[in-house]
């Protein structure tokens, strides 16, 4: 029988508080060993808001010139005032609010190639590692290929062809990111395919469509979003690299890498013109970066946290 009474009653409750300092503190612990991957999340969460509300947040239009204010320093310099906080560029405009509207051809353009990459190695690699032979040796050359290919050269060829344009250099960077997707995926397959619930529904006649998609691909979901988080970062240098030469996203439209190639030739006289941008780029992809190591741990199964 079960003690019943208000002593149970009693000692019930005593359990349930013993239990909630030992959670909490774990809990605690917990994050506090991903303090540095929880302060990325919050800087990106603030760097996206920036660029989300850039219509209210920036102080001028990024595209409206003023020659008469051309190349003002930032307002602690000396000849810098509060009405341009990081100074002017060579033709006048806000250096301020072309950095947070830059921030949202980047951030597009890193989140959408991004995802088509992932769709397509995923999809190839789901194919490779699931039906092997031919269809293996098809797409692993095909991988082998790509990663052999120079993607300046691909770039050059594709923007040659179609044009410079946003668009464009999605589909260059997201048709260059793909192979990652499908080695990995290609060999967590390899070994899924074995377990013993894919026999089992083999031998059960489910279809293909379905072990794949509904038994193999939620198993290569926390790989893939680390894969995906830590690629946003390169994707995000790339568009740069790529406006930088004068093949991504044209003037006048702010993108920091056509901003840091516009400074380039005024790094010497006017610092600022390329220096914000420049550190716009290396703490978006700093905090992302983190944030991927830090979901790498929480996700790693292996990790003791």
Do not use: C
């Amino acid at each position: 029988m079960t003690a019943t009474g208000p002593g149970s009653a009693v000692a019930r409750g005593d359990l349930e508080r013993e239990g909630l300092p030992g959670e909490t503190s774990g809990s605690l612990r917990r994050l506090w060993r991903l303090r540095w991957g929880v302060a990325a999340a919050a800087i990106m969460l603030a760097i996206v808001g920036a660029t989300v509300l850039a219509p209210w947040l920036a102080p001028h239009d990024p595209i409206s010139v003023n020659i008469r204010h051309r190349l003002a320093p930032p307002a602690w310099m000396e000849g810098g005032g509060l009405t341009h906080l990081l100074g002017t560029d060579q033709v006048g405009r806000d250096l301020l609010s072309r950095v947070i509207y830059g921030g949202r051809v980047s951030l597009v353009v890193g989140v959408a190639a991004v995802l088509l990459s992932a769709t397509i190695g995923v999809l190839l690699g789901l194919g490779a590692g699931y039906f092997g032979a031919r269809v293996d040796w098809i797409i692993m050359t095909g991988v082998n290929v790509m990663l052999t290919f120079p993607f300046v050269l691909l770039a050059l060829a594709v923007i040659a062809v179609l044009g410079p344009s946003l668009p464009n250099m999605i589909a260059v960077l997201g048709a260059a990111g793909w192979p990652i997707y499908a080695r990995v995926v290609r060999a967590e397959t390899l070994s899924i395919r074995e377990r013993d619930f894919v026999v089992a529904s083999r031998a059960l006649g489910t279809s293909h469509l379905r072990i794949v998609f509904r038994q193999i691909l939620p198993n290569l979901v926390s790989a893939v979003v680390v894969i995906a988080t830590l690629q946003v970062a390169q994707v995000i240098i790339l568009e740069s690299f790529l406006s930088f030469l004068g093949l991504g996203v044209q003037p006048p439209t702010p993108a920091w890498g056509n901003m840091l190639g516009e400074g380039r030739v005024y790094m010497l006289t006017s610092w600022w013109i390329a220096a914000f941008p420049g550190l716009a780029i290396f703490v978006t992809t700093l905090v992302i970066n983190l944030m991927g190591n830090a979901l790498r741990d929480w996700l790693d199964p292996h990790m003791k946290l």
